[in-house]
């Protein structure tokens, strides 16, 4: 520690980057602040005379003052009259000790130093997890992006000014929990209308994402230790949102008629829950039966389960009509229904949706009002009037037909190019295209490979329980047009030839 005050190392310090927006005073009481906490001015440390400092830096008295003012008020100086300014000996002791702690860390083996270190075992499992990782950029061939290039901004926009004009600063406050009531009511007319749903506004829950709602249901519906079930093959989400939770996740095959029922039956875990994507499965793309939705209700109606339905890209089906959701045919309210606009308008808006049986309801929004309060107001009353006016249906068929299109494409890409390497398997729906490595080929071997070519291939084999992987890859192609399917096609043939 200096003993004696040295101008040069103060200015040394007001060159700082971090103190170049701050007025002149609160540079300078920062600068001797942070030589303080630093120990480079030593407890007991005389400074100089207000006047004195301020001559030598060519500036105001009164703004060295100002800055000696707030240095004094925080405890780092003390001021005697007659005598001067002092750095504050309690500092010095506080500095003394954690010089000590210091000394004693580095000491310390290195290896007991771990990011994250001090969490909650919860909080470590979240970190060890490493989160989910959304796609923010257009790339070939990621999944779970919807087209955005040709989503109708002017007529979104001209919506919101509407609202603000016709709210004012209303829609600045806080809103409902629940979900703003004009919403609540078109969500609940387009399911019922369009989704074979039975639910009225009320049970409407209006979120952020599906990704909340699995937060939700594994908080609230599954004790910490407790079994989870979850389809095998299943989504990778809704796996994070229970294990994050401490729920013990239990898997149960899927085959090409969507979840085995028989296996529910007979499972013995003591599940009071059961996880599904009935629309279309996630990632096989194999569509739920009739007959198994009403088998799975029923198991639920007979041991008191609850289903949780994952609804997420039902209206994108391509071959024939698509099945009633499960919600709809449940006449015993055991299915909790979840819907998310990030696939059918964008991402961007974060904006999904649960449909819960009634006595549901205030314990969810309970639980969401704990987390965010709230999605902003104005995007809601937005999207309302987007779908009470018939722009939300016309941009589904507008996709709908769009994807479908895609889809062929992409499929037909992949017999050309891929020929030998996997076999596509086609999807009655969805955004994303699975696809079954021959033998011989390795999917951790090609991912990299892609990679080097700047295309990404989703793996398909992580998304399996148990030691019975399949290897392969989900491809997406909904974000992009036929020009970069099939370049990009192209440079991922190419990239896999190389040895």
Not at 398 to 418: D, F, P, S, V
Request: proline fraction near 4%; aromatic fraction near 6%; charged fraction near 20%.
């Amino acid at each position: 520690m200096a003993k004696t005050f040295e101008l040069e190392t103060l200015q040394i310090r007001l060159n700082d980057a971090e103190f170049h927006l701050l007025d002149l005073h609160q540079r300078i009481q920062r600068a001797l602040r942070a030589l303080i906490l630093d120990g480079v001015l030593a407890p007991g440390l005389k400074l100089p005379a207000t006047r004195v400092l301020a001559t030598s830096l060519g500036l105001a008295r009164d703004t060295v003052e100002n800055a000696y003012v707030q240095l004094h008020r925080d405890g780092f100086i003390v001021r005697r009259a007659g005598s001067g300014s002092y750095v504050c000996d309690a500092i010095g002791t506080e500095l003394r000790g954690a010089s000590r702690r210091r000394i004693k860390a580095k000491e310390a083996k290195s290896s007991q130093v771990a990011d994250g270190a001090g969490l909650s075992q919860r909080g470590q499992m979240i970190l060890d997890s490493g989160g989910v990782n959304d796609q923010q950029v257009i790339k070939a061939f990621a999944t779970g992006l919807p087209e955005t290039r040709t989503f109708p901004t002017a007529v979104w926009e001209r919506l919101q000014r509407q609202v603000m004009k016709d709210h004012r600063s209303n829609v600045l406050l806080h809103g409902d929990p629940q979900g703003a009531e004009p919403l609540r009511k078109a969500i609940a007319t387009y399911l019922n209308l369009e989704r074979g749903a039975k639910c009225s506004p009320d049970q409407v829950l209006v979120l952020s994402s599906t990704r909340q709602a699995l937060f939700l249901c594994a908080q609230l519906l599954v004790d910490v230790g407790k079994p989870i079930l979850l389809e095998n093959p299943g989504y990778f989400g809704a796996k994070k949102a229970f294990e994050t939770a401490e729920a013990r996740v239990v898997p149960i095959d899927v085959d090409e008629q969507g979840i085995r029922t028989d296996l529910l039956h007979a499972d013995r875990s003591g599940a009071h829950c059961v996880y599904v994507t009935p629309s279309h499965q996630y990632p096989t793309g194999a569509t739920l039966t009739l007959e198994r939705r009403l088998e799975l209700i029923n198991w639920a109606a007979e041991k008191g389960k609850w289903i949780i339905e994952d609804d997420y890209d039902s209206e994108f089906h391509y071959q024939g009509n698509p099945t009633a959701c499960v919600q709809g045919l449940d006449k015993y309210r055991r299915t909790l229904y979840i819907g998310t606009f990030s696939k059918t308008l964008y991402p961007g808006l974060r904006m999904g949706y649960m449909v819960l049986p009634t006595e549901l309801v205030n314990a969810f929004t309970y639980a969401r009002s704990m987390m965010d309060g709230h999605t902003p107001q104005v995007l809601q009353l937005t999207l309302a009037r987007f779908m009470e006016d018939g722009h939300y249906n016309a941009h589904v068929r507008a996709m709908r037909k769009l994807y479908g299109a895609r889809q062929a494409i992409m499929l037909e890409a992949i017999g050309k190019h891929l020929h030998g390497v996997v076999t596509a398997c086609r999807p009655p729906g969805g955004l994303q295209i699975p696809c079954l490595l021959h033998e011989g080929w390795s999917e951790e071997k090609t991912i990299r490979q892609a990679a080097s070519a700047g295309v990404q291939l989703p793996g398909l084999s992580r998304l399996y329980a148990g030691a019975e992987k399949k290897q392969g890859w989900l491809l997406g192609y909904s974000s992009l047009n036929a020009h970069e399917i099939e370049t990009a096609m192209v440079r991922l043939a190419g990239a896999l030839k190389r040895p």
